[in-house]
């Protein structure tokens, strides 16, 4: 088994910033691709950024130039540095995540999900 926590969501007020963290945890030989994606009220969930394992990372044009993801490879953490927020990047944020098991299979996993509100 391997799970995904997010933490770091909450309420901030336009312009401010927040950091969202995962961790991934269980029975996990190595991790490729570490994503993060919202989904806001109505809509679909959409991918907001991306990072492989050598660092590559991509972004959602919505966000490029104030998102930033990054991450700890020896910690299986990886962050999501949100800067300059606007109302319309409210949405429930979800972490992703796939690799190889211990025992050789592949996993694909998903967090629970962390809200994140940006409001005056």
Known sequence: QVQLKESGGG???PGGSL???CAASGTIFSIGTMNWYRQAPGKQ???VAGITKSGSTNYADSVKGRFTI??????NIWYLQMNTLKPEDKAVYYCYADGLKRNGLNFYTWGQGTQVTVSS
């Open 70 to 75: 990054s991450r700890e490879n020896a910690k």
């Open 19 to 21: 950091r969202l963290s």
């Open 45 to 47: 969930r959409e991918l």
């Open 11 to 13: 309420l901030v007020q």
